[in-house]
């Protein structure tokens, strides 16, 4: 069996392919940030295409594809897009996005070609590795602080989901009027504008 496994962050994207063995390849490149809504993706789909190219493998026979990527999430028509700040130029009118996106779809384009698609927030995702790996307490936050700031929240040994996948996506909530505590997103005096 054969899967494949996303990492969308707001700079870099990475794909892998890996066998009950553990990860076969690994790919990164910068994301995408202009053409159409469905351009990152597509640009998923085309990272998993070149890890299948250098291993030689049939794109067919990979059909179980996991996830993680920056938020927040939203649901249209049932199925988990996307709307990340520090990617969607239309949705705080930043000067350094050049697009006008206020929502990217993702499950829709990626089970186009996957039977099996999984996607959780890269806080979530780190929360679980941390958990499965490093035995976190019953009662953990897990931070990534990167491009953008999120966290991934366990209450009494339970990882919070949240409605639409985003229960600790607190980066772009509005702590500050202050002007000087200026977002990448555009925002003024969110929690990523202060730090």
């Given at each position: 069996m054969l899967i494949?496994?996303?990492?969308?962050?707001g700079t870099k994207m990475a794909a892998c392919i890996a066998n009950a063995s553990g990860p076969l390849l690994r790919v990164t490149q910068a994301t995408q940030r202009s053409?159409?809504?469905d351009s990152i993706a597509r640009q998923?789909?085309?990272?998993?295409?070149t890890c299948c190219e250098q291993l030689g493998i049939d794109p067919a026979l990979v059909d179980r594809?996991?996830?993680?990527?920056?938020?927040p999430f939203a649901l249209r028509d049932g199925l988990l897009g996307f709307m990340p700040p520090n990617l969607c130029g239309g949705l705080a009118k930043g000067d350094?996005?050049?697009?006008?996106?206020?929502?990217?779809?993702?499950?829709?384009?990626?089970r186009e070609r996957f039977s099996?698609?999984?996607?959780?927030?890269?806080c979530v995702a780190g929360l679980h590795g941390e958990r499965a790996l490093a035995h976190a307490p019953a009662n953990t936050i897990y931070v990534t602080?990167?491009?953008?700031?999120?966290?991934?929240?366990?209450v009494d040994g339970h990882i919070l989901n949240g409605k639409a996948n985003n229960a600790g996506h607190a980066s772009?909530?509005?702590?500050?009027?202050?002007?000087?505590?200026?977002?990448g997103c555009g925002n003024q005096g969110d929690l990523e504008g202060l730090l």
């Open positions: 494949a496994a996303l990492d969308i962050g053409g159409p809504p998923g789909l085309r990272l998993i295409d594809l996991g996830v993680s990527s920056c938020g350094d996005l050049p697009n006008d996106w206020t929502f990217l779809p993702l499950e829709s384009i990626l099996t698609v999984s996607i959780v927030n890269d602080w990167s491009t953008g700031i999120g966290f991934g929240l366990c772009h909530m509005l702590l500050t009027d202050d002007e000087a505590a200026r977002c």
